[in-house]
């Protein structure tokens, strides 16, 4: 579904990502994981097209997207959340998402657009806060709704970066069962975590990321026992 | 809506009021009310897409200086339209060069164009540079009513076109680019589109305005028509009014000038001082202008 091939950029001095390829197949759930600074942010930003890649091409469902704008990789069905979340503030939660539901897919008429909003305030359990000015939002139902607008465009494939941090443990329980709700509805999803329980709950393939690369991927089993990630999250001397 | 209906409804009737001895001042002073009104609704429409202009004043001014000078070729109504469309031809531009500007960035480019545009009317020989332009007056004076009607016609029109794009789609993507660029462009927004959009509409309005302005004052000079006073009132009327809606400029920009003309009167030179007093009041107390202190005596929502 998505085809990363050799994708590579450099801020400066620094190598973000150096030479990734990566697949992600339809209806799975795809974990990447990696200590701080492993590029998972920046590959995200790759993918979503918030920053241009110097070298490598992304392909999504057999049509090259490497350098289309943002909004573009939206309408071919790419999703995006956010991890710092950025709901409109000055807007209630239904308006938050019906900017996505309106514009996610070029010429959706103003009523299917409701009805998309509609569904996706049921499927996320933000229906009783519809009304609510996304500013007056506790974090738990801010996260919520950065998943529910990224729902709203319609994706086939939705990239959660680290959408669990900062939730309580119960919280982030709740958050799991959103995910596997989202995935069940026929979403494919690729998300960036910290922490492995979450990881271990969800995931049914794991990409492990360092210094910019992919150094291992497979099962959450497979990928725990691999010298090489052992080595990146304990040090060398481990 | 209906807010809007009623002054748009009095404006109409206004010149059929027994108004006696102060008819003539009444009326002038309201057909500057409502063109500055009409300029303030052009600029609100920009800074709903986040973008806020000190360039409205030369947006008005080249309206101003466009329809002075095709009106005697094209007639009144050609002139004025085109008046818009070099506005928004301009808007374009400086749009295109700003994109990647925010905040005060992008306010600060805006107001190095209003200079540049300013200098080169001043410099131009067709514009009748620093000694200034004679205007006809509107239908070339065939009727004594007609430049106050379509400043009327021009005020009916920025409202109108607020409060349609206020409940358009359009709506939606412009709130979305203001609250969040990066955001609103991940969920599809093509936000360059929206900001251009934005630009063009809104310059072709205050273009429009500054035709009709024209032909009201009868005389252009680049000092008068590109002043940054203009700039400025077209910012701080919606501050004043209310932002992102479209009763607030509208009555804002009534009740500024009516102020504004009334306080010279009485206190000739001084005016300025308890003008700005009036404003550095309102923003201190009122951060959401007229329409929040509305919204709050309605008992609304708290402010």
């Known amino acids: 579904m998505l085809r990363v091939r050799g994708l590579s950029k450099r801020f400066g001095g620094v190598v973000a990502a150096s030479g990734i390829d990566l697949e992600v197949e339809p209806g ?44 573009v990789r939206t309408w071919k069905g790419l999703g995006r959340a956010f991890q710092i979340v950025q709901p409109f503030p000055e807007m209630t939660v239904r308006e938050n998402l019906l900017v996505g539901a309106l514009y996610g897919k070029p010429g959706t008429p103003v009523q299917t657009a409701h009805r998309v909003v509609e569904q996706v305030l049921e499927l996320t359990g933000l229906a009783p806060k519809a009304e609510t000015e996304a500013g007056e939002l506790t974090l738990l139902e801010d996260k919520r709704l950065e ?77 725990a026992a691999h010298p090489k990630v052992r080595q990146a999250y304990l040090g060398r001397s481990a | ?5 009623g002054v748009l409804l009095l404006a109409l009737l206004l010149p059929g009021l ?16 409502f063109l500055i009104s009409g300029l303030a609704l052009a600029w609100d429409l920009l800074a709903r897409t986040g973008q806020l202009s000190l360039a409205h004043g030369a947006f008005f001014g080249l309206g101003a200086y466009s329809a002075a000078l095709l009106a005697p070729g094209l007639g009144t109504l050609p002139a004025l339209l085109l008046g818009g469309a070099v506005a928004a031809l301009f ?56 430049g106050y009607y379509l400043a009327v016609a021009v005020l009916a ?20 680019t203001r609250q969040g660029e990066a955001v609103a462009r991940v969920l599809g927004v093509s936000v360059v ?41 077209a910012l701080v009327i919606p501050i004043f009014g209310g932002l992102y809606t479209t009763a607030g400029p509208l009555l804002g920009g009534l009740i500024v000038v009516s102020l504004e003309t009334w306080l010279r009167l009485r206190i000739g030179e001084g005016y300025l001082v308890v003008y700005g007093l009036i404003l550095i009041l309102t923003i201190l107390f009122l951060p959401k202008g007229l329409m929040g202190l509305l919204a709050r005596r309605k008992g609304g929502r708290h402010a």
Request: with cysteine; glycine share 10%; proline share 5%.
């Open chain 2, 18 to 33: 027994p108004l006696g001895e102060w008819r003539a001042f009444v009326l002038d002073t309201a057909q500057f009310a």
């Open chain 1, 147 to 223: 998943l529910a607008r990224a729902l709203a465009t319609q994706p086939k494939l939705l990239l959660l970066d680290e959408v669990m941090a900062g939730l309580r443990p119960a919280e982030a329980l709740e958050a799991v069962a959103l995910v596997q709700r989202i995935r069940t509805s026929g979403v494919t999803v690729l998300f960036i975590e910290h922490l492995m329980p979450v990881v271990r709950a969800l995931a049914d393939r794991v990409v492990v990321m360092d210094y910019g690369q992919v150094i291992a991927q497979g099962s959450y089993a497979e990928v």
């Open chain 1, 28 to 71: 799975e759930i795809l974990a990447v994981i990696g200590p701080n600074g492993a590029g998972k942010s920046t590959l995200l930003n790759l993918l979503s097209g918030l920053i241009r890649p110097d070298a490598g091409e992304i392909t999504f469902l057999g049509q090259d997207l490497t350098y289309a704008p943002p909004e």
């Open chain 2, 193 to 233: 589109r929206v900001k251009l959009l934005a630009f063009m509409i809104s310059a072709f309005l205050a273009g429009l305005a500054g035709g009709v302005y024209a032909m009201k004052t009868l005389f252009l000079t680049p000092y008068d028509a590109f002043g940054l006073g203009r700039a400025v009132e």
């Open chain 2, 1 to 5: 809506m209906i807010l809007v209906g």
């Open chain 2, 91 to 146: 808007s374009l531009l400086l749009g295109l060069s700003t994109l990647r500007l925010q905040g005060m960035y992008f306010a600060i480019a805006t107001l190095a164009f209003s200079e540049v545009i300013r200098t080169l009317v001043l410099k131009a020989q067709f514009t009748g540079g620093s000694i200034g332009l004679p205007v006809q007056p509107a239908f070339a004076g065939a009727y004594p009513l007609g």
């Open chain 2, 157 to 176: 029109i920025c409202a109108m076109v607020s409060l349609l794009l206020g409940r358009s789609r359009l709506h939606y993507a412009m709130a979305a």
